[in-house]
């Protein structure tokens, strides 16, 4: 299966944030690995080390969002896990811009369309 630029570099970026919290991603990983270095080759002028920063980081700021639910730290604070909802859903505004800013460089993939989404609503409600 060929995935798109986008899925690529944003599975990547998953897939390091899983193993650097312990969870076993060695044989995803390679496929992804391999993966990156054709999209570099293939695509030189593209920013690589900066669009990887800016998955990293909005898919870090996800996990330590979603990393929070899981633990039940809004189990008795409703209004918090309001505003943590919120909160990831305007971070995946930028991962889900990110990719179609990607694709667009690129020439690859599809443009991701929310339907009544924030990412294209253009607001936070």
Same mark, same amino acid.
């Given at each position: 299966?060929?995935?798109?630029?986008?899925?690529?570099?944003?599975?990547?970026?998953?897939?390091?944030?899983?193993?650097?919290?312990?969870?076993?991603?060695?044989?995803?990983?390679?496929?992804?690995?391999?993966?990156?270095?054709?999209?570099?080759?293939?695509?030189?002028? $593209?920013?690589?080390?900066?669009?990887?920063?800016?998955?990293?980081?909005?898919?870090?700021?996800?996990?330590?969002?979603?990393?929070?639910?899981?633990?039940?730290?809004?189990?008795?604070?409703?209004?918090?896990?309001?505003?943590?909802?919120?909160?990831?859903?305007?971070?995946?505004?930028?991962?889900?811009?990110?990719?179609?800013?990607?694709?667009?460089?690129?020439?690859?993939?599809?443009?991701?369309?929310? $339907?009544?989404?924030?990412?294209?609503?253009?607001?936070?409600?």
């Amino acid at each position: 299966m060929e995935f798109d630029p986008a899925s690529i570099v944003d599975r990547y970026s998953i897939l390091k944030l899983k193993a650097a919290h312990g969870v076993d991603v060695k044989k995803e990983t390679t496929v992804f690995v391999e993966e990156m270095s054709t999209l570099r080759k293939a695509y030189p002028s $593209v920013p690589w080390p900066v669009i990887e920063d800016m998955y990293d980081k909005v898919n870090g700021l996800i996990w330590q969002e979603e990393s929070k639910i899981r633990k039940g730290s809004y189990d008795h604070d409703m209004e918090g896990a309001g505003r943590a909802a919120i909160m990831n859903r305007n971070i995946n505004s930028l991962r889900v811009g990110l990719g179609n800013i990607l694709n667009a460089i690129t020439g690859k993939g599809f443009q991701d369309k929310k $339907v009544e989404h924030v990412a294209v609503l253009g607001g936070t409600g």
